[in-house]
Every structure is written in structure tokens, then in C-alpha cells.
């Protein structure tokens, strides 16, 4: 039986508007696992809920994104005897088979994350294949354990204790974007395998939009895009250069986009002169 420390994070919601709240709660009352709850709302939450001994509620008013909520949550649980940390935002949907999976599925030391189907719509958006430069030609790593390198977005994903040990907690430099991108590159430099579970979750990705994205928002996604290949995945550098180039001529031929392709442009030639 696996010990499992659950982390989720909460930005301008109720708990009861948190999609995974009613199971989560049904967990902690038969003492199935331990839970974070981390709120980045400018205003905190009081729920009774939150005064169980299993849990615990932390209210960052200063909206720090994941990557300080993760590494609390692994603080918490490497204190105690856990196995897999798992990490959740609001948005996506648990079920009650993948829950039991985590706790009940054997779990190799060569594993360094447990990683569902995650699906938006009717959509499977997470895991891929991120042995090749990650665009909307997507390709889906098979059931089981792989060795080979992916990336799945944080949310749903049950990261190994030892594993977060050897890459030394969750990188603050992508407080909230690429912070999954990094992490799987990590877990797979360091040899880790990833096991995936044939379970589907649903996660709501409508806040990715560009019908909704505020430029303040792009921004952050943008700058934390080009670290990552900067910075991290440095073979696949020119493969980014080209993708912001022809991403700035599709989004100034979008109505929905142009307002993005000036900033994307500034990005691309300010990427590309960093490798000239």
C-alpha cells in the first residue's frame, strides 16, 4: 500500500468549486491520505473541512503559482513516510479508480512519476512524447512503463519522494509555466522510468485560450517557454526559433490572436540573436 500526500492549489475559488473536493474529502475522512491545500486567493478560505488533522490549508495571498506549493507539499511529505506526492489544481476532475490505483499499484524504485490520461474534452492532452520539439503534432507514449522521455502537465501527476529528492524539489525558476516540462526533463536525465496508468482524468484547460488570455498572461507563458529552451533543452533551440517565427505569422493572420503576434515577434528575435 503506497502512502499518499496530496497537494492541491486553489487560486479564486471555494473549496466546493474545486472538482476534486467531494473525493478528496472522502479520502482524508477514511485516512487515505494526507492533504495540502494551497489557496493563492487574495482573500483566504474558511471551511470547516480544513480543520481535520490530515489536512492542512496555506493562504499565499502573494500568488506565488505552483512551484512553491509543490515544494511545501514536499517538504510536508518528506517529514512523514510517503511514497508519491500528488499534485492537483482545481481544474482537473479525480476519480476514485486512479486514487486507488496510486495507493494499491506497485511502484518500482526505476519509477519517478505516476502519470494518468489526461483528457480536455475528448481531447487526450497529457502524456506526450517529448523526445521531439512539443507542437501541436502530437504523439502519445503507450500504456505501462516507458523509458522513453515525456511530458505531462503537472496537474493528476503522482511524483515518487525519492525522485523529487535526487532533483532536488520543484525549480522555482517556472513558478507556474514550463514547471512540468522541467520536471520531466529532469526525471528523465536522471534515468528515472514514468509509469502510465490507464486511467482517464478530465482537466479544464478553457483558461488556456487565447480568447481569454490577458497579454499579462502571455507573457508569462512566453518568457518561461524560451528559459526552458534557453536554459534546459538547449538541443532543441533552434526548433523553438522556428516555432516562434511561423507562430507570429499565424497569430497576426488570427483575429483572435493579432493582438499576441508584435510580443511573439520580440520574443523570436531576441531568441534568435541569444544563437546567432
Not at 46 to 55: A, I, K
Request: hydrophobic residues 40%.
Amino acid at each position: 500500500m503506497n502512502r499518499l500526500f496530496v497537494t492541491i492549489v486553489m487560486y479564486e475559488r471555494s473549496w466546493q468549486e474545486a472538482s476534486a473536493s467531494p473525493l478528496l474529502e472522502k479520502a482524508v475522512k477514511n485516512q487515505q491520505i494526507q492533504l495540502l491545500v494551497y489557496d493563492n486567493s487574495p482573500q483566504s478560505h474558511d471551511e470547516p473541512f480544513f480543520q481535520h488533522p490530515l489536512v492542512t490549508y496555506f493562504h499565499d495571498p502573494a500568488n506565488p503559482g505552483l512551484s512553491k506549493a509543490y515544494n511545501k507539499g514536499f517538504k510536508s511529505a518528506s517529514s512523514g513516510d510517503f511514497d508519491l506526492l500528488l499534485l492537483l489544481d482545481q481544474d482537473t476532475e479525480l476519480t476514485k479508480a486512479y486514487l486507488n490505483f496510486l495507493m494499491t499499484e506497485t511502484i518500482g524504485t526505476e519509477i519517478g512519476a505516476v502519470v494518468p490520461l489526461i483528457y480536455s474534452g475528448t481531447t487526450q492532452v497529457s502524456p506526450v512524447l517529448a523526445d521531439r520539439y512539443i507542437n501541436r503534432n502530437l504523439a502519445y507514449p503507450a500504456i505501462g512503463e516507458q523509458k522513453q522521455r515525456i511530458m505531462a502537465i503537472n496537474s493528476g501527476t503522482a511524483v515518487t519522494l525519492a525522485a523529487i529528492k535526487k532533483i532536488g524539489g520543484f525549480n522555482d525558476a517556472f513558478p507556474l509555466d514550463f514547471l512540468d516540462h522541467w520536471l520531466f526533463l529532469r526525471l528523465h536525465q536522471e534515468g528515472f522510468r514514468f509509469l502510465i496508468a490507464n486511467q482517464k482524468l478530465n482537466h479544464d484547460l478553457s483558461v488556456m485560450h487565447y480568447k481569454t488570455m490577458t497579454r499579462e498572461r502571455y507573457e508569462q507563458i512566453l518568457t518561461s517557454e524560451s528559459k526552458f529552451y534557453r536554459d534546459f533543452d538547449k538541443e532543441k533551440k533552434k526548433e523553438h526559433e522556428k516555432q516562434l517565427f511561423f507562430r507570429t505569422i499565424k497569430q497576426a493572420l488570427s483575429p483572435k490572436m493579432c493582438r499576441f503576434s508584435r510580443r511573439t515577434w520580440k520574443e523570436y528575435l531576441s531568441f534568435r540573436k541569444d544563437h546567432l
